[in-house]
Nanobody
């Protein structure tokens, strides 16, 4: 069982920055951030491979968001810059063993943290 806890959400103004953190209780092969806006499905934002550090970002956030692992523990972070109103969503961290963009392939989830972008 892997326990994930997100921190760092909250309100932010358009064009601003915010950093989300996810603390994991144990090491997992792949860690990812997903988000879900009201009335929409859960979409992947970014993922990172724990062993290699390889990352992948959704086109909608490429160049603005950066996912990275914390080598000293099992945590990883999502640095959000130049945020837009459409980034408003509940952000979830997830963990699993498959290099996948599908939420169904991640068995472990945090409870989510709200990010609200306002002008």
């Amino acid at each position: 069982q892997v326990v994930l806890v997100e921190t760092g959400g909250g309100p932010v103004q358009v064009g601003g920055s915010l950093t989300l953190s996810c603390a994991a209780s144990t090491r997992t092969l792949v860690m990812a951030w997903f988000r879900q806006a009201p009335g929409l499905g859960r979409e992947i934002v970014a993922r990172v491979a724990r062993n290699t550090g390889i990352t992948d970002h959704a086109d909608s956030v490429k160049g603005r968001f950066t996912v990275s692992r914390i080598n000293t523990d099992h945590s990883f972070v999502l640095q959000m810059t130049s945020v837009k109103p459409e980034d408003t969503a509940v952000y979830y961290c997830a963990a699993g063993s498959r290099w996948s963009t599908s939420w169904a392939d991640y068995p472990y989830w945090g409870r989510g943290t709200q990010v609200t972008v306002s002008s």
